[in-house]
């Protein structure tokens, strides 16, 4: 086993609305990340994903405050730190994040290179505009970006060399971990590669040592990341290897985000996704058993009556209900045929 570089432990954190209602985005979760290996977070809108990245960076502002639970970054826990500190010492360094439609939240007026030379300054003072334009440049070209970049402004790039210019300036000073947030959801098919492409040359090249990969979309984690947890309403409903979830899902949930998609390969084509009918439910007042039950084709009186813990199944998989892993399995075979 590789050294671990993230372990979050039972981590619970809510919102607290404008009307003191508690919202438990994420609740009880338990990851880890070895050095080298990348995590996948799936799951429909309003899941918890972000939410998530945002409490394991410790990053609490109002309304979102921490509950209990633990998270180290390289033997460091950084539950216990204060804002300030992290900001500081954590934030950029240890753990980078790149939110949800961040390549369009870069300010118009600065050129590429002035983003770095804020970062870089923050955390290096002593060096010099010249000293971050040459490790910048080094930096870019390594990562397959043309230099040129450096000198341009935000809105003479497209849409997919902004985004990879995005995750080139929060990755330079090189994160142990990265979290990047619905990297490719915005963009075009070629750009969608072009970003996964980048984000796999960052860890072989070093340049960070893990990455989580937040998606909405299950099926566009094949081939990109080591494993993979669905999310469903805060909690974890599944977690096991890439292949695995995607070619043997077992949750319902799971088993519905791959819906009738056919992976990608030599010669198939891709049939299209049937999406769950209805909607996550209302995380103010999530329901007593099953948080999926009332949506699950397979569900019975009990699912909606008992809450399901994380269960251990096969070797190193795990999933949260009721109905026994090989019954599923037999279940969506039948459904097959
Ligand atoms: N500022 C907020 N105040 C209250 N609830 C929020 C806030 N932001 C998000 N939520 C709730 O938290 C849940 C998780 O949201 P989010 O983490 O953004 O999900 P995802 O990233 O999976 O789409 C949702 O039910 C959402 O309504
Ligand atoms: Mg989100």
Redesign the pocket.
Known sequence: MGKTILEVKDLTTK???RFR?D?Y??DHVSLSLEEGKSLGIA????????????SLMGYYFP??HYVSGEIIIDGKNISKMDPDTIRKNILGKEIAYIP?AAMNALNPTQRIISFIEDVIHAHYPEMSRKEIYESARKRFEELNLSPAVLEKYPVELSGGMKQRTVIAISTILSPKVLIA??PSSALDVTSQKMVIRMLKNLMEKGYIKSMIF?T?ELPLLYNVTDDIMV?Y??QIVEKSTAKDMIFDPIHPYSKGLMGSIIVPEAGARNTKLTAIPGT?P???KPPAGCRFAERCKYAFNECKANAVGLKDFDEGRSYRCLIDSARLREVYKNEQQ
């Open positions: 919102y607290i609305t209602e919202v985005a994420v799951g429909e809108s309003g899941c918890g994903k972000s939410t998530l990245a945002l309304p979102l949800q947030d619905e937040i909405h999310m309403a805060g996550p209302n995380l103010k």
